[in-house]
């Protein structure tokens, strides 16, 4: 008789498969990313430019087996034009993720705007808005869902 051997990654996707609302999927894809982010951060710490932690934490999902993209283009669709808006997606992760990073004394209401702004011109449904220039990693985390 021949078996297979399930890894435990593999158990943990089926059962995202099964469930329809997406929210362990959210859970696992997050879990994820965020420890990647407190690794970088662990690493470095606070103090630094927004583009170093991108670099670094793009370079650790993809250690990670993650795939992203950065400063993925985000177009506008206006009444039936396309327009190239300038707009920039810090990380796509797994296509299905908007990682939006900063490097701010304080997270504002206007960040929050721009993170579900991007994830809704990209009909992307979930997203962190992660803050490096904090202490403790944690105190600078918001997720999004939409």
Known sequence: M??????????EEHEVRKDGSGRN?????SN??????IEVHRFLGPGLMESTYERCLSHELRLEG????????????????RLDSGLRIDLLVENRMVLELKSVETLS??????ILTYMRLGKIPIGL????????L????RRFVL
């Open 2 to 11: 021949l078996t297979t051997k399930v890894t435990k990654r593999e158990e």
């Open 25 to 29: 999927q959210f859970d696992h894809l």
């Open 32 to 37: 994820r990313v965020l420890g990647c982010a």
């Open 66 to 81: 993650i795939h992203c993209e950065s400063q993925v283009s985000l177009p506008i669709e206006y009444k039936g034009m």
């Open 109 to 114: 209401t206007i960040h929050e705007a721009q």
């Open 129 to 136: 808005l992660v803050n490096f220039n904090v202490t403790l």
């Open 138 to 141: 944690k105190n600078g985390i």
